[in-house]
């Protein structure tokens, strides 16, 4: 029971220090992108990425990609899932009306790709994918209730405004 302990206490203080070691400007490019109340939960760095993993109070997980160029940083990719369900065996918005969901949240965002998916069992989900300027985004809707249940963001990588 000891040695589990000092090893649940040594892996708390090494993911505290990891933490630590983060640099500012990655914690905040991150933080930027998340809701204020996201905690970190883990975090990584390999073959000049970093990796964070947030959670917010309605247990929502963000998951953030940044890379290292030279002295540069770069948002890769953010990843978030929501508790919400993502299928539902009833229908109740159109392709319009998650369009008009989808503007509202993101008027920047240009050509609308939507289907309407059914798995197996006859539950149904939207996906979507549309850009923007700094990204393409594919986003699972739920047909009922108009909630995001899976979002993705990959954004664009400009190569030439690193080079210096």
Do not use: H, W
Not at 86 to 113: G, H, M, Q, W, Y
């Amino acid at each position: 029971m000891k040695k589990i302990f000092c090893l649940a206490i040594f892996a708390l203080l090494a993911g505290i220090a990891f933490a630590e070691r983060l640099p500012k400007e990655v914690m905040e490019m991150a933080r930027e992108k998340i809701p204020e109340d996201a905690q970190l939960k883990n975090s990584s760095f390999k073959d000049n990425e970093y990796e964070l993993i947030f959670v917010d109070g309605a247990k929502s997980t963000y998951k953030i990609e940044i890379d290292k160029i030279g002295n540069n940083l770069s948002l890769k990719e953010i990843k978030i899932e929501s508790r919400v369900p993502a299928e539902s065996k009833n229908i109740k918005l159109e392709v319009e009306d998650v369009e008009s969901l989808l503007r509202e949240k993101f008027p920047e965002a240009t050509d609308f790709k939507i289907e309407l998916d059914y798995n197996r069992s006859g539950r149904a989900k939207y996906e979507v994918e549309f850009f923007t300027d700094e990204y393409k985004a594919e986003i699972e809707i739920n047909p009922f209730t108009g909630e995001f249940s899976k979002q993705e963001f990959e954004y664009y990588f400009e190569y030439d405004s690193l080079k210096d």
